[in-house]
C-alpha cells in the first residue's frame, strides 16, 4: 500500500476554472504513477496571512485548495517539481498522513462509543455491574437507620 499525502495549495487569487485545470494535471499525474486520489476540495478566496512572494510578484490574496493522494514519494517528488514552476501557485505543502492500522481504528471507534455515564462511574470507582446493584453494606446501613428513625418515631 502506497503512503498517504496531502497537499496544501496556495493559489493566485484565480477563479474555479483555473483551479480545477490545475486539479486535473496534478491527479493525472498520480494516476499514470499508479496513485490514489482520495479527495480534493477548494477552500475559497482569501487573505493571506501575510503578503508573499512568488514569481516576482507579490500576492497578498490567494484562493486555498487540499489534495488527499495515495502515491509513491518519487511522484510526490516529481509533483513537487511541476508545481514549483506552475505560475499559478504561490505555495505547496505536502505532508505525509500517518498510517493508521487495524487495533488503532478499533480503538478509535471504541473511544468515540464512550460515554460521558461511563466515565463518572469510573471516577467514582464503580463500574457498570456495580452501578446497578447497590452494594450489602449499603443496604445494612440503610436498614438500621430505618429502624432508628421508627423507634425515634414511636417514643
Request: hydrophobic share 40%; proline share 3%.
Amino acid at each position: 500500500m502506497a503512503p498517504s499525502y496531502e497537499l496544501s495549495l496556495i493559489l493566485r487569487k484565480a477563479d474555479k476554472k483555473s483551479l480545477v485545470d490545475l486539479l486535473t494535471r496534478l491527479s493525472s499525474t498520480v494516476l499514470q504513477r499508479g496513485g490514489l486520489i482520495r479527495d480534493a476540495s477548494d477552500m475559497g478566496n482569501s487573505v493571506l496571512p501575510y503578503r508573499m512572494r512568488a514569481h516576482l510578484e507579490y500576492h497578498d490574496r490567494g484562493r486555498y485548495a487540499f489534495l488527499k493522494m495515495d502515491c509513491s514519494p518519487q511522484t510526490v517528488k516529481e509533483l513537487g517539481e511541476t508545481i514549483r514552476i506552475d505560475k499559478d501557485v504561490i505555495r505547496h505543502n505536502f505532508v505525509r498522513l500517518p498510517d493508521i492500522s487495524v487495533s488503532q481504528k478499533e480503538r478509535f471507534h471504541r473511544c468515540k462509543n464512550f460515554k460521558n455515564a461511563d466515565l463518572l462511574s469510573f471516577k467514582a470507582g464503580q463500574t457498570a455491574d456495580n452501578a446497578a446493584a447497590p452494594s450489602a453494606a449499603a443496604t445494612d446501613s440503610a436498614a438500621s437507620s430505618s429502624t432508628s428513625a421508627a423507634s425515634a418515631v414511636s417514643a
